[in-house]
């Protein structure tokens, strides 16, 4: 059984609809697949409707965004939740909002310098999506600034670049709690991308822990092998689940679906303590 439980579609950072990954899923020979969009559960229904006709199985999940009290960077993957639990919903809404207000922002510092307008932006997105960095590097990409996303993140939109704001993000461990409160079984992702920018230490992991945090995604692109080698140590510790993906983002990204994999008793171990929602199979 193939699973791959990253993939973000136009619902967030990706480039195809939620139906459109289910097929490429589909194509890449997946029988399972996770659409993990950035604090949103927009396009559950969609690829759920789409599970049947391309016979592929749906984990609904999300991917969300946190930060730690250093500013750094943590994703934090929440597999089968309650997408209505008042807790969660309330973070995941107050991120999005702040996203969008950080954009504007950084419009209006990146215009000084590049022809880029908020409208060039908002055409990028589609409606009711969760906007952000991509989204913009996609409109800088279209005035010619740079060639692609990746050059666009590797410099003008990288954390460490002038143009930079940050938004509001969730502490890890609260996020964690919250993830379980509403059923869902939370998954560290790519946790040593060290390539992305600055990686937590000892201190952030054992407060994940101890919140309730179930697995690491190890296999993945970003994760250097000396990284996976500490993870797959500290989930033999702890009896951490161990999954692996592609981080899936259509033509947002190199990623190919099904380059990384998840073992099938590792779903199993998801499916049992997931409890907000199930597998959507066709």
Known sequence: MRIDLHAHSNVSDGTETPADVMASAARAG????????????????????????????????????????????????????????????????????????????????????????????????APGATLGRPHIADALVAAGVVEDRSEAFASILTSRSRYFI?????????????????????????????????IVGERTYREMIDAGLAGLEIDHRDNPEEGRDFLRRLAGRHNLLITGSSDYHGTGKPNLLGENLTAPEMLARIEELGTGTVVVRP
């Open 30 to 125: 997946l029988d399972v697949v996770a659409l993990t969009d950035h604090d949103s559960t927009a396009g559950w229904a969609e690829a759920a409707a789409a599970a049947a006709m391309y016979g592929v199985a749906l984990v609904p999940g999300m991917e969300v965004s946190c930060r730690t009290e250093e500013g750094i960077s943590v994703h934090l993957l929440s597999y089968l939740h309650d997408p209505t639990h008042p807790g969660l919903l309330e973070e995941i809404t107050k991120a999005k909002d702040s996203r969008l207000t950080r954009a504007e922002r950084m419009v209006t510092i990146l215009a000084e310098d590049y022809p880029l307008t908020w409208d060039d932006v908002i055409h990028r997105v």
């Open 166 to 198: 940050p938004h509001y993000a969730p502490d890890p461990a609260t996020a964690v709690e919250l993830v379980r409160a509403a059923g869902g079984v939370p998954v560290f992702a790519h946790p040593v991308a060290s390539a992305r920018g600055r």
